[in-house]
């Protein structure tokens, strides 16, 4: 098939492609009104490490002074990086479906959580089908964090090591317009995928000879000549 009959077929079979790219079209965009498919419930945290509790000397004078604050933030940070582990790990997911009083081997935390660390904050968000389901999962995350993170982390167990909950959680639907008009944008396509290789499939299948090119095809043979069609009456 070279690109003179690609042409051709396109041209003759166009209906059958506009039929199922509408048809895509339609049902991507009732089932993008349907309304949000998710919810996400968000929060954020703050790490911070301090030195509270530790005797001062002579030691603590400047330049020392600067040393020290300077590797105080360094370990928040390290302990913000360690906390976006710890919440998306296996025993983490068993307290919470402990918390919730639900088996845990249901609830497939690190799946459902996502997290963004940006230097010692961490934005925290869970998603889930309906927004009662989503805001449940995340305060039983933000009352584990707040009450149980040290015996998880050995450096918040410490005087001045500490986990507060900045932002309390939040619920707001997942899915965007944007979202949804890509969604809608996507299916489209696959539907005029669909429908080339229909369009393409209907016209292998279809016996029908149209010209001289589909007598060669069917029968193998020359064409010695050709009667131009006459105009239609």
Excluded: C, N
Excluded at 24 to 39: D, I, M, Q, W
Excluded at 115 to 134: C, E, F, G, I, Y
Excluded at 170 to 198: E, K
């Amino acid at each position: 098939m070279d690109l003179h009959d690609a042409v051709a077929i396109l041209l003759r079979r166009w209906p059958i492609i506009a039929a199922v790219t509408i048809l895509a079209l339609v049902f991507a965009t009732a089932f993008s009104l349907r309304g949000p498919r998710a919810y996400e419930a968000s929060m954020r945290l703050a790490v911070s490490v301090t030195d509270e509790g530790s005797a001062t000397s002579e030691s603590d004078a400047p330049p020392y002074s600067y040393y020290r604050d300077y590797y105080l933030w360094l370990s928040s940070e390290y302990l913000a990086d360690d906390l976006a582990q710890l919440l998306k790990s296996q025993s983490f997911g068993t307290d919470v479906g402990q918390q919730l009083g639900e088996d845990a081997r249901t609830l497939d935390l690190s799946s459902l959580t996502t997290t963004k660390k940006t230097h010692r904050m961490l934005d925290v968000a869970v998603q889930a089908p309906s927004p009662t389901r989503a805001l449940q999962l995340a305060s039983a995350i933000a009352e584990l964090v707040r009450t149980q993170s040290p015996r998880y982390l050995g450096a918040l167990a410490s005087s001045g090591g500490r986990v507060a909950v900045i932002d309390q959680p939040s619920v707001h639907a997942a899915t965007t317009v944007g979202s949804q008009v890509a969604d809608v944008g996507l299916r489209g396509l696959l539907g005029l995928l669909a429908g080339l290789f229909l369009a393409f499939v209907v016209d292998y299948v279809d016996s029908t000879i149209r010209d001289a090119g589909d007598v060669r095809r069917a029968l193998g043979l020359p064409v010695l000549g050709e009667i131009p069609a006459g105009p239609r009456p």
